[in-house]
C-alpha cells in the first residue's frame, strides 16, 4: 500500500514501491522519480555494446543538442514549423540524386518511423497502383500477392497479413541466404503488385541479386506483356552502397526500381526512429494514398500512416548531412567496413567459424560454427560473451534453411580497430570456454508460453 507524498521522508521517496497492476496514487520528487527510473536501467545493456543491432548508438553532442532542441516540435505540423518540414523535402531530392533518380521528374518521398512505416507506404503504393491498372482492364483487382525472399524482413509479413496481399515468399536454401532469379517463375504472375528485393539483409547483410532479378523480370514482360516493379529495401544498404560501391547498380539507374526505402536511424547516422521512403517519381505514389486536412492551421496534405510524431530526427538527420557529405560518409563507412573485414578475419582464422555472407558489402559479420564443433552452438557463444557485456544475435535461418545456425555481429562506426580485435578476442575466448566445457547445443524456445509470468518478481 502506497503512503501519500506528503508523509513520506526524502530518504523514503527514493525507496518508493513502484506499483506493478495500477496507476500511481501519488507522486514523487523530481529527483526521486529520475532515481527510480536510472535505477530500474541499471542493467540494462549498454547500447554501444550491443552489436545486435543495426540502429545507431552514437551522436556528437552537437547532434544531441540538435534532438534537445526539437524534441518537442510535432513533425506533422507544417504550419507551425515550416522549416523543419523545408529541411524534409530537401533531404528527399538529396536521397532521389543519391540513389540515382530521374532527372526533370517531380521527386515524391516522405520520412517516416523507421523503414517499417515507409516500407508499408511503398508496398500500399504499388497495390494500389496494380488494382486500378487492373481495374481499367476489367480484370479482378482483388487477389495481390508480392514476391520476395525469405530473407525479408518482418515488416514485410506484416505489412502483407494487414493489407490482405498474398505473400509469396520464396524459401532459402544452405549456402544462398538471399533471393535470386531462379524460382521467380513459380512464384510470378499476373497479380504480382511488386518483386521486393533487399540491399542489405538482416540475415547476412548481403544483397540480393538486384540485377539478375531485374533482367528477369524484363525477360519476363517480353514474354508476358506484364510489367511489374520492383521495390528495393535498402534498409541497411541504402546508406552504405552509394558510398563504397559507386558503380554497383541496386537503385533507380534500374529502370523497373520503383521505390526505395532505407533507414536513417541505421547507417544514416540518425537516433532511433528514421526511415525513408522514396520514388522514382510522384506519380508513383498513387493520389488516392494523400490526405489534405487544415485542423493544424493551414491544409496541409499527409501521406504517412502515423500522424502526430517527434521531429528530432528529422531535424538530426539533416546536421549528419551537412555535417559528413558525401566524403565525410564514404569515410565513415570505409572505416566501418574495413572494421567489420578485421572482426571477420580474427574469427574465420580461429578455426571455429565459417563465413556465411561471402561478398562482404555492409559492415556486418555472418558466421556459422564450423560443422565439426559439435558439443556448443551459435547461442552458447552469444550468451557467454554476454557475460563481458557484448550482445550478439543467434538465430536460426529461415526455411527452407532452418536447419543452420547463425551468429552475426553489427559493426556500426563508433566501433574502432581496437574495439574489432577486442570483439573478437572475447568471442574466440567465449568458443575456447565452450569445447572444454561443453554448452547446451540446442537453441532457446523462442516464444514463452501464454501463461507464464513475465512480470518483475516482486520482494
Known sequence: M?????????????????????????????????AIVISDEWTDTNPMLNMSSFVTTFAEP??????????????IDHDMYPQ????????????????????????????????????????????????????????????????????????????????????RIVPLKPGNYRLTAEHLERYVDENTIAVVAIAGQTFTGEDDDIQEIHDWLDAYEKRTGISIPMHIDGASGGFVNPFLYPDYKWDFRLPRVQSINASGHKYGLTPPGLGWVVFRERKIFNEDLVFYVNYLGGEMPTATLNFSRNGFQIAVQYYQFLRLGFDGYKRVMQHTLNNAITLRKKLVDSG??????????????????????????????????????????????????????????????HINHNVACLLGNDIVSACQYLEKHGGSAKPPELHAHADEKTSPAKC
Open 2 to 34: 502506497q503512503t501519500p507524498v506528503e508523509k513520506l521522508t526524502p530518504y523514503d521517496e527514493f525507496n518508493f514501491e513502484v506499483p506493478e497492476h495500477e496507476f500511481p496514487k501519488s507522486g514523487v520528487s523530481a529527483r526521486a522519480a529520475a
Open 84 to 167: 523543419l518540414f523545408a529541411m524534409e523535402t530537401r533531404m528527399v531530392r538529396w536521397l532521389h540524386q543519391l540513389w540515382h533518380g530521374p532527372k526533370g521528374v517531380e521527386v515524391y518521398g516522405t520520412a517516416t518511423v523507421g523503414s517499417s512505416e515507409a516500407c508499408m507506404l511503398a508496398g500500399l503504393a504499388h497495390k494500389w497502383n496494380w488494382r486500378q491498372k487492373r481495374e481499367r482492364e476489367g480484370k479482378d483487382g482483388s487477389r495481390p500477392n508480392l514476391v520476395t525472399g525469405g530473407n525479408v524482413q518482418i515488416v514485410w509479413k506484416k505489412f502483407m497479413r494487414y493489407f490482405d496481399v498474398e505473400p
Open 352 to 413: 571455429y567459424f565459417t563465413i556465411m555472407n561471402e561478398t562482404q558489402r555492409i559492415p556486418v559479420v555472418a558466421v556459422t560454427l564450423d560443422s565439426k564443433i559439435k558439443n556448443f552452438n551459435e547461442f552458447d557463444v552469444s550468451n557467454k560473451v554476454r557475460e563481458k557485456g557484448w550482445v550478439l544475435s543467434a538465430y536460426s535461418m529461415p526455411p527452407a534453411a532452418e536447419k543452420v545456425m547463425s551468429l552475426r555481429v553489427v559493426v556500426r562506426p
Open 62 to 75: 552537437e547532434a544531441a543538442e540538435t534532438a534537445r532542441r526539437n524534441i518537442f516540435k510535432n513533425y
